[in-house]
């Protein structure tokens, strides 16, 4: 069974960071790229970063650029989401998924979110004083 599970999420105020893992099993994500994903309520899900699958090439939404940093362990089959200078807006369910296809052939294009092929059921990250 193919099954995408994030970990990491939790309560923290402004200013602060957390680190958010997606560990893989029933498959190696050597041959994935790999995107975070996030919903706040009441918004829609919004493309967080991608990674490529030998981890050379990154993407990040602007709205997160500079504060995130996406990473991959291959050797440990998972994705990081290192999260900094966190505030009110980053509030929001975070999941994270996987596609044989380029991050530069879907990130940007919300449409296909819902056709990459394996997703986790999300982290809650909450941002508040």
């Known amino acids: 069974q193919l099954q995408l599970v994030e970990s990491g999420g939790g309560s923290v105020q402004p200013g602060g960071s957390l680190r958010l893992s997606c560990a893989a099993s029933?498959?190696?994500?050597?041959?994935?790229?790999i995107g975070w994903f996030r919903q706040a309520p009441g918004k829609e899900r919004e493309g967080v970063s991608c990674i490529s699958t030998s981890g050379e090439f990154t993407y990040y939404a602007d709205s997160v650029k500079g504060r995130f940093t996406i990473s991959r362990d291959n050797a440990k089959n998972t994705v990081y989401l290192q999260m900094d200078s966190l505030n009110a807006e980053d509030t929001a369910v975070y999941s994270c998924?996987?596609?044989?296809?380029?991050?530069?052939?879907?990130?940007?294009?919300?449409?296909?979110?819902?056709?990459?092929?394996?997703w986790g059921r999300g982290t809650l990250v909450t941002v508040s004083s």
């Open positions: 998924a996987v596609d044989p296809q380029s991050c530069s052939s879907w990130f940007k294009n919300s449409r296909r979110y819902k056709d990459l092929e394996v």
């Open positions: 029933g498959f190696t994500l050597d041959y994935y790229t």
